[in-house]
């Protein structure tokens, strides 16, 4: 029995460190600095083994993609001194003006290729302020229903999942109703060795209780 109680209590350690491993942050306003214009949906961030796949949408009003049109991720610089972060820009060439953050009609789609655990999320509106909101935005994970949620400085309900859309549902041009994501936390979920030997000891658990209960 104490036997045991060793193996499973090293299983459980193991699973916890693994799941709490390979955190991540993605700056996007760092990336943006001093290079505004260079983010497309072929530049992919990758930090301590996680990668970022960026695109950016028009949409339906729906929240489906409108096939019909165009649209690209995009990084914006700081203006003012009020940074900014990773937005969708409709017609990307040097510059997009007004047009470089998730405004009405937008999407903008990350695609991380793995399953993971994004635990915050730091936002700025259309003027570059983190602290004037008056909206919403959607989100969608891999396919699933839209959930509604309000627009704010930092998201940090952990939301776990391999492809994530942030949707400007507002149907307002209005700045407190669009945003950039500005920082991205994100945690890999692998399926860790630690299940494994959890599994392996309660397999071995169930033989010793059965060998216990054969009669001399």
Same mark, same amino acid.
């Given at each position: ?93 040097? *510059?997009?003006?007004?047009?470089? %953050?998730?405004?009405? !009609?937008?999407? +903008?789609?990350? /695609?991380? &290729?793995?399953?993971? @655990? =994004? ?6 509106? *259309?003027?570059?302020?983190?602290? %004037?909101?008056?909206? !919403?935005?959607? +989100?969608?994970? /891999?396919? &699933?229903?839209?959930? @509604? =949620? ?67």
């Amino acid at each position: 029995m104490r036997l045991f109680t060793k193996l499973l209590g090293s299983a459980l350690i193991a699973l916890a460190t693994t799941q709490t491993a390979n955190a991540a942050t993605f700056d996007f306003v760092s990336y943006a600095s001093g290079n505004e214009g260079s983010y497309n949906p072929y530049v992919s961030p990758t930090v301590d083994g996680i990668t970022i796949t960026a695109t950016g949408q028009q949409t339906l009003s729906n929240g489906e993609t409108d096939t019909g049109k165009t649209a690209y991720a995009y990084l914006d610089d700081h203006w003012s001194q009020r940074d900014a972060g990773l937005g969708v820009c409709k017609t990307f060439t040097t *510059g997009c003006g007004a047009d470089d %953050n998730v405004t009405d !009609d937008e999407k +903008l789609t990350l /695609d991380f &290729g793995q399953v993971v @655990t =994004i635990t915050e999320i730091t936002m700025a509106n *259309g003027d570059h302020y983190t602290n %004037n909101w008056d909206g !919403d935005f959607g +989100l969608r994970i /891999d396919g &699933g229903s839209w959930q @509604t =949620i309000a627009l704010a400085a930092i998201f940090n309900t952990p939301i776990t999942g391999t492809i994530f859309e942030f949707w400007n549902n507002n149907g307002s041009r209005d700045a407190n109703k669009e945003f950039y994501i500005s920082t991205m936390t994100v945690s890999a979920v692998p399926i860790p060795a630690a299940i494994w030997l959890f599994g392996s000891v309660m397999l071995g658990f169930v033989g010793i209780r059965r060998n216990n209960k054969k009669p001399a």
